[in-house]
């Protein structure tokens, strides 16, 4: 027997929901359209995880980050972005370093760029170290600085450390960085961007607190390098796509071996790189702010959802008992 309302149901509503669709994304188009223009610049300098923190290759990999920010320095943009970490280097203590890098802005004559570092903070005698993000100027003023939120477990930090005390002996590699207190929310010049480093781009609130507090475009650096030649990269990549289209902004993504793309605010790759090759890749963005469902509700949608199988499954188990 043919299933007549579910079928009817199901062609009634599969062109009701392109139609939404098309005109919602024509719609956001429209409004892109008219925002204010930026020329933002990505850079992906391919730096091997094995040589990366390498004091030996500090130097080089500093000449690689000014090489590639400084071609087509006609292009003239208003923002460079160097990935997660991009300067092996406590960019607070080497002031020589930090000299060539608010250099190379001049020189690639751009006004700003933002940078991964590591950090660190002193509280009551205690040193605090934090996978950071700072935006400079031109003229070498710190704008900003962006201490990673959420940190990878047993990457970055060891959870229940107390109780996971022998973790550390059995991993090399695993970091004991301090979490930071506040979204990355960084402003330059009558803008605000919102910052995500590496993983973070995986968690849609973190996006939103971002755009709620002023962001109008996102910038996601990062190191996937670890991930080698995998699907790793490219699925980590797709997630920028969808805090691109749950809040209507422009994402940049600056990866070390990539994938650095520029993503618009319905989620159409602009431009992206390939995998594990020195690039540099420059665009413009508009930024907007375009209320959504997500930006005003967040994750209601789901709660919703979630209450409403609740209560489904729990009438289904009532009925089987009176049964």
Same mark, same amino acid.
């Given at each position: ?245 749950? $809040? ?7 990866? $070390? ?67």
């Amino acid at each position: 027997m043919i299933p007549w309302f579910e079928t009817i149901f199901t062609l009634i509503l599969f062109p009701m929901v392109l139609f939404y669709g098309y005109s919602r994304v024509e719609s956001v188009q429209e409004q892109v359209a008219k925002g204010q223009v930026m020329r933002v610049k990505l850079i992906q300098p391919n730096i091997e995880q094995a040589v990366k923190w390498d004091p030996a290759y500090q130097d080089d990999t500093l000449k690689v980050l000014e090489s590639l920010s400084l071609a087509g320095a006609s292009d003239s943009p208003e923002l460079i972005v160097w990935p997660e970490a991009a300067t092996p280097f406590y960019f607070q203590l080497k002031e020589a370093y930090a000299t060539r890098v608010v250099n190379i802005i001049r020189q690639a004559r751009a006004h700003y760029l933002l940078f991964g570092s590591p950090a660190f903070t002193v509280e009551r005698s205690e040193i605090k170290y934090h996978n950071s993000a700072f935006l400079v100027s031109s003229q070498g003023e710190v704008l900003g600085r962006y201490d990673k939120m959420h940190l990878v477990p047993f990457g970055e930090y060891v959870p229940l450390q107390k109780l996971l005390f022998f973790v550390h002996k059995m991993v090399e590699d695993i970091g004991d960085f301090s979490p930071g207190g506040q979204p990355g929310v960084l402003s330059f010049q009558g803008k605000s961007l919102g910052v995500l480093i590496c993983y973070e781009i995986i968690f849609p609130e973190l996006a939103r607190q971002c755009v709620q507090k002023g962001s109008s475009f996102l910038v996601t650096i990062t190191n996937d390098a670890w991930f080698g030649k995998t699907s790793a990269p490219y699925q980590h990549n797709s997630m920028a796509t969808l805090r691109a289209v749950e $809040n209507r902004v422009f994402v940049a993504r600056a990866a $070390n071996t990539g994938i650095t793309s520029l993503i618009d605010p319905t989620g159409k790759i602009v431009s992206a790189t390939g995998l594990f090759t020195p690039a540099a890749v420059t665009g413009k963005i508009q930024l907007v702010k375009i209320s959504t469902l997500y930006n005003r509700y967040g994750d209601i949608f789901v709660v919703i959802c979630s209450v409403v199988s609740f209560l489904l499954l729990l009438g289904c188990l009532i009925k089987r008992d009176e049964g």
